[in-house]
């Protein structure tokens, strides 16, 4: 009976460990760039979406100046003194904010240009009723460039989505530039009145001028917002705008046929008619500044959401990697060691791991003749 010579368990080569592991690394390594381009995206994503709020949070100081400052016009075009006690508050208002974020915005000069403006405005009613016209009309022209600005610097103009866009559109640019012109409209109807005879035909082409301008914002706004409502996923939307809406489409067909059609529209009528129109125009705006700060704010939480997903992703991903790694390197080591099989083998027979060089010069031996039986005898060749 022979015992084999045990075998040895070569040690794998240096190749043979790291080329798994290149492989897993070549596998993560396109992971890696589709989780740096997505991380990247959500981040734009979300840095514009914050910004968008700012421009709300800026838009929606604004909506008190404009509503002053036509008061105040109107005032000073009747020739009253002009109370200047809400359009300061509304300065102070729009300040505080333009100090908050005004520098990322980038509106401190068109505001500071305003505000100087504002606060050079007479505190009485001008001798002239056509140079307060003039001056508030030039005040009203620095302010619609303000929310211009605003919406310009802030991405509002350049949302992705049609409800938040045409939320904003109608919040930062139909709405105010239809109070402002409306205003004008009311007041210009009560110069004309005083005007003299001969500029009677150039008045009324200033006047149908000024309805029009005036009137096609204010549809426009209308057009947005129900535009806003159909495009929206949000069952919210439609239940908040329609009812203000509706009221100020009401109060616009009022406006409309006061001051619409005829060449001297009666200035009694059509400022009752504006003052309803503007008191219709602070709700709806609220309402909708409100909800487009709402769908602005979830999309800021959806996407931290999304780039929380995508990091923790990305973590598993390379703690996998990182554990792969460790087993690929303590593979070596781990077969090195004695199994359970060449435990059981006496010393004398238990392989050598470090003889595997010497093991294929070692030959059968036999077993049961004794040591004797290996050694030679003087008789043995005459047998």
């Given at each position: 009976?022979?015992?084999?010579?045990?075998r040895?368990?070569?040690?794998?080569?240096?190749?043979g460990?790291?080329?798994?592991l290149?492989?897993?690394?070549?596998?993560?390594?396109?992971?890696?760039?589709l989780f740096?381009?997505?991380?990247g995206t959500?981040?734009?994503?979300?840095?514009?979406?914050?910004?968008?709020?700012?421009?709300v949070?800026?838009?929606?100081?604004?909506?008190?100046?404009?509503?002053?400052l036509?008061?105040a016009?109107?005032?000073?075009?009747?020739?009253?003194p002009?109370?200047?006690?809400?359009?300061?508050?509304a300065?102070?208002?729009v300040?505080?904010?333009?100090?908050a974020?005004?520098?990322?915005?980038?509106?401190?000069?068109?505001?500071?240009?305003l505000?100087?403006k504002?606060?050079?405005?007479p505190?009485?009613?001008?001798a002239?009723?056509?140079a307060?016209?003039?001056?508030?009309?030039?005040?009203?022209?620095?302010?619609?460039?303000?929310?211009?600005?605003?919406?310009?610097?802030?991405?509002?103009?350049?949302?992705?989505?049609?409800?938040?866009?045409?939320?904003?559109?109608?919040?930062?640019?139909d709405?105010?530039?239809?109070?402002v012109?409306?205003?004008?409209?009311a007041?210009?109807?009560?110069?004309?009145a005083?005007?003299?005879?001969?500029?009677?035909?150039?008045?009324?082409?200033?006047?149908?001028?000024?309805?029009?301008?005036?009137f096609?914002?204010?549809n426009?706004?209308?057009?947005?917002?129900?535009?806003a409502?159909d495009?929206?996923?949000s069952?919210?939307?439609?239940?908040?705008?329609?009812?203000?809406?509706?009221?100020?489409?009401?109060?616009?067909?009022?406006?409309?046929?006061a001051?619409?059609?005829r060449?001297?529209?009666?200035?009694?009528q059509?400022?009752?008619?504006?003052?309803?129109?503007?008191?219709?125009?602070?709700?709806?705006?609220?309402?909708?500044l409100d909800?487009?700060?709402?769908?602005?704010?979830?999309r800021v939480?959806?996407?931290?959401?999304?780039?929380?997903?995508a990091?923790?992703?990305?973590?598993?991903?390379?703690?996998?990697?990182?554990?792969?790694?460790?087993?690929?390197?303590?593979?070596?080591a781990?077969?090195a060691?004695p199994?359970?099989?060449?435990?059981?083998?006496?010393?004398?027979?238990?392989?050598?791991?470090?003889?595997?060089?010497?093991?294929?010069?070692?030959?059968?031996?036999?077993?049961?003749r004794?040591?004797?039986?290996?050694?030679?005898?003087?008789f043995?060749?005459?047998?």
């Open positions: 009976m022979t015992v084999p010579a045990p040895v368990r070569r040690r794998p080569s240096m190749s460990r790291v080329l798994p290149l492989l897993a690394l070549a596998l993560v390594a396109p992971l890696g760039l740096a381009l997505v991380d959500t981040t734009d994503d979300h840095d514009l979406a914050s910004r968008e709020r700012l421009g949070r800026y838009l929606r100081a604004l909506g008190p100046v404009t509503d002053a036509v008061e016009q109107s005032t000073a075009v009747a020739g009253a002009v109370s200047r006690a809400s359009l300061n508050a300065i102070e208002q300040a505080a904010v333009d100090t974020v005004g520098d990322e915005l980038r509106s401190h000069e068109r505001w500071a240009g505000r100087a504002l606060e050079g405005l505190d009485r009613g001008l002239d009723p056509e307060a016209y003039q001056a508030y009309g030039e005040a009203n022209d620095l302010l619609l460039a303000l929310y211009r600005k605003v919406r310009e610097s802030s991405g509002l103009i350049r949302d992705p989505r049609s409800d938040t866009f045409f939320l904003q559109d109608g919040i930062g640019g709405l105010p530039t239809a109070t012109l409306a205003g004008r409209l007041d210009l109807v009560r110069l004309a005083a005007r003299p005879a001969a500029e009677r035909a150039k008045t009324g082409i200033e006047l149908a001028e000024l309805r029009s301008s005036a096609g914002p204010a426009d706004l209308v057009a947005d917002l129900r535009a409502v495009s929206s996923e069952t919210d939307l439609g239940a908040n705008v329609l009812t203000p809406l509706d009221a100020y489409q009401r109060s616009l067909e009022a406006f409309t046929a001051g619409g059609g060449a001297a529209p009666n200035p009694a059509l400022t009752a008619a504006g003052i309803a129109a503007q008191s219709a125009a602070k709700q709806l705006r609220t309402v909708i909800q487009l700060d709402t769908l602005l704010e979830e939480d959806a996407l931290d959401r999304d780039r929380l997903l990091r923790i992703a990305a973590g598993v991903t390379v703690a996998l990697l990182v554990g792969l790694a460790v087993t690929l390197l303590r593979r070596p781990a077969e060691r199994t359970p099989a060449d435990a059981a083998l006496p010393p004398a027979v238990r392989p050598d791991p470090t003889a595997a060089g010497r093991s294929a010069d070692r030959q059968p031996v036999a077993v049961g004794g040591v004797e039986a290996e050694r030679w005898r003087p043995d060749a005459a047998r």
